[in-house]
C-alpha cells in the first residue's frame, strides 16, 4: 500500500520560511515522479514542482520559482519542498503526489500553510 505522509505545515508570517516534508512507503522511490500541489481557499490545484528522485531532475511552476526549492533523501524516501519569502497568496493546503500533470496517481492526506500579513 503506497502512502505518502505530509508534516511540516503551520502557520508563518509573511516573508517567512517553512519546509515541508513528506515520507513515502509502499514504492519504488527511485522510479518514481514526486510532485506537490496546493489548493488555495476557493481555489482549484495548483501544481507546483516535480522531482524524480532517481535522477534527480525538478521542475517548478512560475509562481514559485526562485523562492521554493524541491529536493528529495533518497535513503529515507522523502521529499522536501523548502519555501521562502512567503507571501499572503501562499496560503493552501499542499498535497505531496506522486506523479506529473494529469497523471497523479497516490496523495498525501495533505497540509496546511497559513500565512499572516
Known amino acids: 500500500e503506497v502512502q505518502l505522509v505530509e508534516s511540516g505545515g503551520g502557520l508563518v508570517q509573511s516573508g517567512g520560511s517553512l519546509r515541508l516534508s513528506c515520507a513515502a512507503s509502499?514504492?519504488?522511490?527511485?522510479?518514481?515522479?514526486m510532485s506537490w500541489v496546493r489548493q488555495a481557499p476557493g481555489k482549484g490545484l495548483e501544481w507546483l514542482s516535480t522531482?524524480?528522485?532517481?535522477?534527480?531532475?525538478?521542475y517548478y511552476a512560475d509562481s514559485i520559482v526562485g523562492r521554493f526549492t524541491v529536493t528529495t533523501d533518497n535513503a529515507e524516501n522523502t521529499v522536501f519542498l523548502q519555501m521562502s519569502s512567503l507571501e499572503s497568496e501562499d496560503t493552501a493546503v499542499y498535497y505531496c503526489?506522486?506523479?506529473?500533470?494529469?497523471?497523479?496517481?497516490?496523495w498525501g492526506q495533505g497540509t496546511l500553510v497559513t500565512i499572516s500579513s
Open positions: 503526489v506522486t506523479g506529473v500533470v494529469d497523471m497523479f496517481e497516490y
Open positions: 509502499g514504492l519504488t522511490f527511485d522510479d518514481c515522479a
Open positions: 522531482i524524480y528522485p532517481g535522477i534527480g531532475n525538478t
